[in-house]
């Protein structure tokens, strides 16, 4: 099953009591809402959720494991915030496993998982064209999860799902271009080849898309200044 693609359309929620503030505050954060370095405390998000702060530091503290959020002793919890170095390395790291991960796609997907594929496909694009970059943001990470899913590789699947929530707050904090998040012909190019059978230039068309990625970005500028916690998420 296509978890990473069937989100949008799932009812259904964990019965952890901290899994609302887990995924609203994950999904704040790989969409762009959030900006890497925001303070994140304890007493304050409690308000936000009508929750207790046990809730926010089991929420928090899953994040943590995610490498979402930094946990710092006697000073709380901050958003991720990945220096230019790492940004680099996740991208050059994603270029090596992604290509790999495209090909063992074509060689197994299934014509329910291209449809799947194309529908989702469909939304990332309806919301890159109304200006909502935080959901397209998140729709294109879960884009590349999916395609990770199809192979069927467990292994790599999670290589996958760890790197892209780094790239999504990389492309937050150092993009230059609005189509950074992933241009539209290389995701139908990708679904074609895929579609097709042809795992070889399904890997090239992945290898050139990472390429594509990590030319959007300026590793050379500032860092962006975080914006207040309340105005964000209430």
């Known amino acids: ?49 009508s929750v207790s702060r046990t809730v926010i530091r089991a929420a928090l503290q899953a994040l943590a494991h995610d490498r979402l959020v930094r946990l ?3 000073r709380g919890a901050f958003v991720a915030q990945p220096s230019k170095k790492e940004a680099r390395e996740v991208f050059e790291a994603r270029a090596l496993i992604e290509p790999k991960v495209a090909a063992l796609a074509a060689n197994a997907a299934k014509p329910e998982d291209i449809a799947l594929l194309r529908r ?23 884009f590349h999860v999916g395609i990770a899913e199809i192979a069927d590789h ?11 929530s780094h790239s999504s ?9 609005r189509d950074t998040t992933c241009e539209s012909h290389a995701h139908h190019a990708l679904i074609d080849a895929i579609e097709a059978g042809r795992a070889a230039e399904a890997a090239e068309l992945m290898k050139s898309h990472m390429v594509d990625l990590l030319s959007g970005l300026d590793l050379s500028r500032g860092e962006n200044v975080p914006e207040k916690l309340a105005d964000i998420l209430r």
């Open 120 to 142: 989702h496909l469909e939304k990332e694009h309806e919301a890159l064209h109304a200006g909502r970059d935080s959901e397209a943001i998140l729709l294109s990470a879960r």
């Open 72 to 74: 710092e002793p006697n």
């Open 1 to 49: 099953m296509l978890s990473a693609l069937r989100l949008e359309d799932d009812d259904e929620r964990p019965t952890a009591r901290w899994s609302p503030v887990f995924e609203s505050l994950r999904d704040a954060i790989v969409g762009h809402k959030l900006a890497p370095g925001t303070k994140l405390p304890e007493d304050e998000l409690a308000s936000i959720y």
């Open 154 to 164: 467990s292994i790599l699947t999670d290589f996958v799902r760890d790197l892209v």
């Open 169 to 177: 707050l990389i492309i937050a904090l150092y993009w230059k271009r």
